[in-house]
């Protein structure tokens, strides 16, 4: 097994002087040190992602009667009410049809009345034996074409009628006219008579609610559901936020040059009419929030695995620190299975065997959900004793069935007794208690800084971690208000792990496991 040396400090720009020092030699002073202020604000977490403004139900309005377009009564941007006339076309095809179908119905109607008058003289002529049998059929057959020929008039001139009216066009809803394909003199064609479709009129939608269809990342679809609140800003209003809710969220996902996203639509209310269609639109929706903690800067926070190679870059005598206690800390101080505290360690500052590298970084999974307070340190709570047998025998289960291995179990045991406060295995209370309403706090991970102490040098201090964003961390406790604290270079942290690691091999003879360079056995 091989010592991780992860170099998740999170830290950026310059650490020490540019002079640099020797190993293990003090700084010089305060002034050659970069310090950040601990601040308290509001943090803020959000899923970020541009999209379109567009209308929610889009209209488009055609004809179905063909011919010329006699007069237009609305235009581009009017709003209109559902019924009202849009526009009028040449009526003389359909108002010919319509006079034909009603002479043939006055017809119809006249052979029904004559039909039914020579049947009623036929039965007479029958009973008196004037006629035959089968001239009296013959009555009753044409009385019955005549009626047939009537209900056909009557349905001929009802769709007459209808395409009498179909020459008025009229709004289908209510909205606003977005596009106008036609003038005054054009032929169309009908909707209902054409291959093509006929020929768009208008195209009207009611611009009332808006939606904006945006792109999310995949990385952040864990973590949004609908009904979240979403802010909208738009480059024609940059002063002006719009607030939406998070309408619905695609399942078959687009990628776009090799990043994969999923399409999300976030409602607005548009009753105050000023997004337009087609505006581009930056969309921020709210993932989580911390109002009002202790703040500080994401370049000071340093792994508790960094924090040997982190004090060697900043001068401090890393052979006067009991590293090792520091580790057992921030893992909530738990007592080591051979009897020594906090497990074996082979070298001063190296991680035991078959322990987390660093406290509190379980799988990748975890560590993405710690990075936004979601989960993968600390826990916020404390479960029960009868939680945590659960927990285990699920993670040994999971080893038997192959899913993860042995040492991915341990972490994950130790990040969960972190968070779990289990009084049975000895582990202490975690960082972060309840409410006092009994809600569970937030959850929280162990990390490190290095506090500028009342002499001016840097000393280490453990503390617990909740949010972060880009630029800054939520310190759940360890951390008050004004404290200094020392950044470390991401540069010069780099460049002393492997120095770093290479001191506590050349202590335990080569390895560092001790022994002789033979790891010690589980």
Known sequence: MTIRSTGLAIAALIAVSASG??????????????????????????????????????????????????????????????????????????????DQTAADLEVAQARVEISQAQLRRSQQLLEAQVITEQEHESARLESANARANLVKAET?????????????????????IIQKNVEEGYVIQSASQNVSGGTTLFVMANLDQMQVRTLVDETDMGELLPGQTATVSVEAFPD?????????????????????????????????????????????????????????????????????PAAMALGMDVESMDLRSMMRGGRGGAGGGDGRPGGAAAADGAPAEGSAPAAGRPGAADRAAGARGQGGGAG????????????????????????ISQDSMRVLAQAFRQGAGAARDGLGAPAADADEGGAPARES?????????????????????????????????????????????????????????????????????????RPRGR
């Open 21 to 98: 020092c020797e190993t293990g030699e003090a700084a010089d002073s305060a002034t050659s040190l970069q310090t950040e202020q601990v601040t308290r604000g509001n943090l803020t977490i959000q899923a970020e992602a541009t999209g379109t403004v567009e209308p929610i139900r889009i209209v488009e309005v055609k004809s179905k009667a063909s011919g010329e377009i006699l007069r237009l009564h609305t235009d581009i941007g009017d709003k209109v009410q559902p019924g009202a006339l849009l526009a009028e076309v040449d009526p003389r095809d359909v108002r010919n049809a319509y």
């Open 240 to 308: 002006r936020m719009f607030r939406g809710i998070v309408e619905k969220i695609e399942p078959q996902a687009v990628v776009e040059q090799n990043v994969t996203m999923f399409p999300v639509i976030v409602r607005l209310d548009n009753r105050g009419g000023l997004l337009k269609p087609g505006m581009n639109a930056e969309v921020n929706i709210l993932i989580n929030e911390a109002i009002d903690v202790v703040l500080v800067p994401n370049s000071a926070i340093v792994q508790l695995a960094d924090v040997g």
């Open 380 to 403: 916020g709570g404390r479960p029960g004793v009868a939680g945590g047998g659960a927990r285990l025998d699920s993670l040994r289960a999971r080893v038997q069935r192959g899913e």
């Open 156 to 176: 001929n001139n009802e769709l007459s009628q209808l395409r009498l009216s179909d020459v008025t066009i009229r709004a289908p809803l209510g909205g606003t």
């Open 445 to 517: 991970r162990p990390a490190a800084v290095f506090v500028i102490n009342s002499q001016g040098q840097p000393e280490v201090r453990v503390i617990q971690v909740g949010l972060n964003d880009w630029d800054n961390t939520e310190v759940v406790s360890g951390l008050e208000e004004g404290d200094v604290l020392a950044v470390v270079g991401a540069a010069q942290l780099q460049a002393q792990q492997q120095e770093f690691l290479n001191n506590i091999r050349s202590r335990t003879g080569g390895s560092p496991f001790g022994g002789g360079g």
